[in-house]
């Protein structure tokens, strides 16, 4: 079992910026590729970003592209979704998700996916 827990959502201007944390616990944390989506209230939940198990490759929704930038770091077992120039349509929960790295990279498909935080909420006002 893997238990993820976000932290970091908040309320923000357009323009600002937030960083997501998402800390892992329970099996190791390095056999884990892992991936943010998002779900905008009436939407459906749509993949964000995704990073390999090493941190060497990472990939990104056209959406975010440019804006948004993933990292991990296995030592503190936490992946990092850096969210710039936030806009009012990124305004969704956003959940950390982590499958592991025999699955295809990037998974984009949320199927993938067997582990799930709890979501942590983004707001941008314009």
């Known amino acids: 079992q893997v238990q993820l827990v976000e932290s970091g959502g908040g309320l923000v201007q357009a323009g600002g910026s937030l960083r997501l944390s998402c800390a892992a616990s329970?099996?190791?944390?390095?056999?884990?590729?892992m991936g943010w989506f998002r779900q905008a209230p009436g939407k459906e939940r749509e993949f964000v970003a995704a990073i390999s198990w090493s941190g060497g490759s990472s990939y990104y929704a056209d959406s975010v592209k440019g804006r948004f930038t993933i990292s991990r770091d296995n030592a503190k077992n936490t992946v990092y979704l850096q969210m710039n120039s936030l806009k009012p349509e990124d305004t969704a929960v956003y959940y950390c998700?982590?499958?592991?790295?025999?699955?295809?990279?990037?998974?984009?498909?949320?199927?993938?996916?067997?582990?799930w935080g709890q979501g942590t909420q983004v707001t941008v006002s314009s």
């Open positions: 329970g099996r190791t944390f390095s056999s884990y590729n």
């Open positions: 998700a982590a499958v592991p790295n025999g699955a295809p990279f990037p998974a984009r498909d949320s199927n993938w996916y067997d582990y």
